[in-house]
């Protein structure tokens, strides 16, 4: 079942409500345990100046107390204070409560299960575990998808470049959505995308010593940095981005990453010239008359020999480029000339030459 709802424009609340009375109604078993351990979701978490680390969670069963120890994510703690919707304190949440929680010693991620345990230690010991796991899973997504002979391949040929990025920003479910869309910004394997730290609150010193290290760009979501990371970002020439957008953080990089890419070169045809005399010289070898068909003709551009349609001969140069008894740069359309290609003679009346130039593919 789906309902369009607004809660800004106010639009299908009450047909929203309805749908939920109906589910209910069907038969469902809506119904949680509140006598137990609490267990539930954090749906966003921040840092809050004067109160820490403040998250928003949803009890799903059981009753969450004040003074319980919990594991949010890679985040524990003690709950200090809850606040309702409201902003008044609370002692206790019971099932489908959301409520605010302080007391974690750092801000969880959004969708970051949290549960309750027996003492702090057992919380700080998940909690390890937990950061232990993302650790070697932050390793593994943050490259773009590269295959280990391509890598070495890439390397070893000097192709391979990085743009190194650290997250900061207000709440997690911002630094999150940023991460999950930078990741998938698709380019080329002969560029690695390194989101090298993420976090929430304020750009600090150490996310700027960091950046130096790594030479990253910091990129903050609606964050600013304190007065000791802009003066050392200042000091250390650190690129320091601030975005309120999201698209605009990801187009930014994206062109970054485009201009990270080697450049991709096309052949074009410059030039193509018809065979009207061939003249034998003992000195030069034979010379073709021709006229320019279409294009320029350039001297020592790129060549071939094209005859019946089939290229026969390819890889050749126009060593010498000449009207009547003048040698020139550069013949242009309808203008007749005389061609020497090297040591290749076999040319006859009819043949077409073809010249062609390398062009700078644009990156779309």
Request: hydrophobic residues 40%.
């Amino acid at each position: 079942m789906f309902v369009d709802v607004s809660a800004r424009q106010g639009t299908n609340i009450q047909e929203l409500l309805d749908a939920v009375l109906l589910t209910a109604d069907a038969g469902l078993d809506l119904t949680a345990n509140p006598n137990k351990a609490a267990r539930g979701v954090a749906i966003e978490a921040k840092l809050d100046k004067g109160r820490g680390s403040v998250a928003t969670v949803l009890i799903q069963s059981g009753t969450l107390r004040v003074g319980d120890a919990i594991v949010a994510g890679t985040a524990y703690g003690r709950v200090r204070a809850m606040m309702d919707e409201n902003g008044e304190a609370v002692e206790e949440a019971y099932p489908s409560r959301p409520v605010q929680v302080q007391g974690l010693n750092s801000v969880p991620r959004a969708g970051d299960v949290f549960i309750v345990t027996e003492e702090d230690r057992t919380a700080r010991q998940i909690a390890e575990k937990r950061e232990a796991a993302e650790r070697n899973a932050q390793l593994a997504k943050a490259r773009k998808r590269i295959s280990l002979e391509d890598f070495t391949r890439a390397l070893e040929e000097g192709k391979v470049e990085s743009l190194n990025l650290i997250i900061k920003g207000d709440v997690s479910g911002a630094v999150e959505a940023l991460e999950e869309s930078l990741l998938k910004i698709e380019v080329d394997d002969s560029v690695q995308l390194r989101i090298i730290h993420r976090g929430v609150g304020a750009i600090t010193e150490s996310d700027i010593n960091l950046a130096t290290i790594d030479n990253a760009i910091v990129i903050g979501f609606n964050v600013r940095p304190d007065t000791k990371a802009r003066e050392r970002a200042a000091r250390e020439g650190v690129d320091v981005r601030f975005y309120s957008v999201i698209y605009n953080a990801i187009d930014d990089v994206e062109q970054s990453l485009k201009g990270l890419l080697k450049p991709e070169f096309e052949e074009v045809q410059s030039g193509v010239a018809e065979i009207r005399e061939v003249f034998r010289s003992s000195k030069f070898g034979n010379i073709a008359g021709v006229i320019v068909r279409s294009g320029t003709i350039t001297r020592n551009a790129k060549a071939r020999v094209i005859r019946d349609g089939v290229v026969l001969a390819d890889g050749l140069a126009i060593e010498s480029l000449r009207r009547f008894k003048d040698d020139v740069t550069e013949v242009r359309t309808d203008f007749e000339c005389g061609i020497g290609l090297g040591k290749f003679n076999d040319i006859q009346v009819g043949d077409e030459i073809e010249t062609t130039e390398m062009v700078e593919k644009p990156r779309g």
